[in-house]
């Protein structure tokens, strides 16, 4: 099972930015996907995830500004990055919870991708 990241890069403060995330390999299925990232010195925290069903959770701090969406038939999750501002910038981690034969649910990690948003 791997996750493929890939969207990330530099952008002005403002920009905008899209983040993929796609899971591969023998999965049965997704349950949680979402999206945490990190700066040096600090732990990573949440930023945005989405259940199967829909539900979705944001940190406060990208509320209005990103939004998550799944594609479940391709076993994708997407973080749409508006109004970027140089605090958003970090690496971004991928994270799913991915159902595997034997019916085990397993929390799987991306490799990050870095964000920069300039001011």
């Known amino acids: 099972v791997q996750l493929q990241a890939s969207g990330g890069g530099l952008v002005q403060a403002g920009g905008s930015l899209r983040l993929s995330c796609a899971a591969s390999?023998?999965?049965?299925?997704?349950?949680?996907m979402g999206w945490y990232r990190q700066v040096p010195g600090k732990q990573r925290e949440l930023v945005a995830a989405?259940?199967?069903?829909?539900?979705?959770d944001y940190s406060d701090s990208v509320k209005g500004r990103f939004t998550i969406s799944r594609d479940n038939a391709k076993n994708t999750v997407y973080l749409q990055m508006n109004s970027l501002k140089p605090e958003d910038t970090a690496v971004y981690y991928c994270?799913?919870?991915?159902?595997?034969?034997?019916?085990?649910?397993?929390?799987?990690w991306g490799k990050g991708t870095q964000v920069t948003v300039s001011s």
């Open positions: 994270k799913a919870n991915l159902r595997i034969p034997l019916g085990y649910d397993i929390d799987y």
């Open positions: 390999g023998r999965i049965l299925g997704t349950n949680s």
């Open positions: 989405r259940t199967s069903g829909g539900s979705t």
